[in-house]
């Protein structure tokens, strides 16, 4: 229940995001080009190693010079291999992973410092976003096949869940026009599966399914470049 209101709030977000009125805002539409890596029951015990593709469009709505509403959806294939670990009970092991990430997020981003994008001069700020996304990944469990050989992927369908995303970022504008910006941000995911070592539903009850430390849940991380455009009226960051 908890689950489905928290989907319709992300959704009616989405919504009232993109029907608004863009008369005396400032709004930033752009892409996300980066990488992503996972952290969970297999491969590297790095936090962050990108090592895969991740693409993706953002949306902003700047209420003031030191908020913005924040809107986005990227995908990425979340890809591991334990060939490359320094663990050697996982190098024997030799699990690999490989699950396909599509999330849709929301939340408010916060400017360290004033981003006032009236300048003609360059701009910059560190910046935090926190929100909630709502992401798609494939279920599969993992049957193993001995030392040094790969498992068998048994897939079982896709899922949906909910995850916390928290961003940290730098961002500068050459113009009033555009705006660029470096970041890395964390979801902490409402699932232990994305490896497929704590399967769920049909499978949820099988033990021999289950691996690593099924008390903590998964997380994924993408690192990256955004690249976005304004446009709207500027608005005003006026003091009555």
Not at 3 to 19: P, V
Not at 68 to 92: C, I, M, P, Q, V
Not at 159 to 181: Q, R, S
Request: aromatic residues 20%.
């Amino acid at each position: 229940m908890i689950q489905f209101k928290i989907q319709r709030l992300i959704f009616t977000a989405f919504a009232y995001f993109f029907i608004v009125n863009a008369r005396g805002q400032f709004h930033e539409i752009g892409a996300f080009i980066g990488s992503s890596n996972y952290i969970g029951d297999i491969g590297t015990d790095k936090y962050i190693h990108p090592n895969s593709p991740a693409l993706g469009l953002v949306y902003k709505w700047n209420t003031t010079d030191r908020f913005s509403l924040r809107a986005g959806f990227t995908f990425s294939k979340l890809e591991e291999n334990e060939f490359r670990n320094r663990d050697l009970n996982r190098f024997r092991r030799s699990y690999k992973l490989s699950n396909n990430i599509q999330e849709a997020m929301v939340g408010i981003e916060i400017n360290f410092f004033e981003f006032n994008l009236h300048d003609e001069a360059l701009g910059f700020t560190p910046y935090i976003f926190y929100g909630v996304s709502y992401f798609r990944y494939e279920q599969f469990y993992l049957t193993p096949n001995g030392p040094f050989d790969p498992p068998t992927y048994n897939n079982y369908g896709s899922d949906e869940k909910i995850a916390f995303p928290l961003i940290l970022g730098f961002k500068i504008n050459p113009n009033p026009i555009f705006v660029i910006a470096l970041e890395m941000g964390a979801r902490y995911t409402l699932t232990d599966n994305l490896d497929g070592s704590n399967p769920e539903n049909e499978f949820a009850d099988i033990q021999e399914y289950k691996f690593g430390n099924i008390m903590n849940n998964d997380w994924y991380i993408f690192t990256g470049l955004t690249f976005s455009f304004t446009f709207g009226d500027l608005p005003c960051y006026c003091k009555d």
